[in-house]
């Protein structure tokens, strides 16, 4: 099955910028999505399509993909964007055919 | 905007089924454009797509080959909901349990609260 591997976790202060990484095979052919979840509650879409930002996403939310390893940056980091991160591909052919990275913490100092 | 409610018990004891309800608003489950897919969360397993449902002029499933033989995934049409039933669950089988929509392309939005079932004798 396609795996994606994404970096346990992340520290970074507010106002600074916060980088995700998500490492594929060929990653950068695919679509990736991204997820946040809150501690306690469902993931919620905050990238679509590599770079899409769904509406009442911030700007602050960027999302970039190539070669091996796509990255989700969250810009002028906020304390509620303390969350767990997840990115997300389909792959056609692969069971299953919607593969979950490993997820990565990110830490507002 | 389109919303998931989950519904269904959170305790189970080994050997037994589990079912779990997805209550749609804002769209129909019939929709042509959209799928209705289950996803479970373990610290073990992380995120895990376990299966779909959608119409497209007929009923169509997909499962996860890990699950097949004990997943069942339906919709109910008059209700507008989808059901997940998955039998003979272990402990292996503990987890939050999502449903989740697929509209047009490959990503989940929106998602259901999430169910935490657990499984124990």
């Known amino acids: 099955s396609y795996v994606l591997t994404q970096p346990p976790s992340v520290s970074v202060a507010p106002g600074k910028t916060a980088t995700i990484t998500c490492g594929g095979l060929n990653i950068g052919s695919k679509s990736v999505n991204w997820y946040q979840q809150q501690a306690g509650q469902a993931p919620v879409l905050v990238i679509y399509?590599?770079?899409g930002r769904p509406s009442g996403i911030p700007a602050r939310f960027s999302g970039s993909n190539s070669g091996t390893t796509a990255t989700l940056t969250i810009s002028r980091v906020e304390a509620g964007d303390e969350a767990d991160y997840y990115c997300?591909?389909?792959?056609?052919?692969?069971?299953?055919?919607?593969?979950f990275g490993t997820g990565t913490k990110v830490t507002v100092l | 905007q389109v919303q998931l409610r989950q519904s269904g018990p959170g305790l189970m004891k080994p050997s037994e089924t589990l079912s779990l309800t997805c209550a749609i608003s804002g769209e129909s489950v019939s929709s042509n454009s959209a799928t209705w897919n289950w996803i479970r969360q373990s610290p073990s397993r992380g995120l895990e797509w376990l299966g779909r449902t959608y119409y497209r002029s007929r009923w169509y499933n997909d499962y996860a080959l890990s699950m097949k033989g004990r997943i069942m995934i339906s919709p109910d049409v008059a209700k507008n909901e989808v059901s997940l039933h998955l039998n003979s669950v272990t402990p292996e089988d503990s987890a939050v349990y999502f449903c989740a929509r697929v509209a047009g392309a490959n990503w989940f939005d929106p998602w259901g609260q999430g169910t935490l079932v657990t499984v124990s004798s």
């Open positions: 997300q591909v389909w792959h056609n052919g692969s069971d299953p055919p919607y593969v």
């Open positions: 399509n590599d770079r």
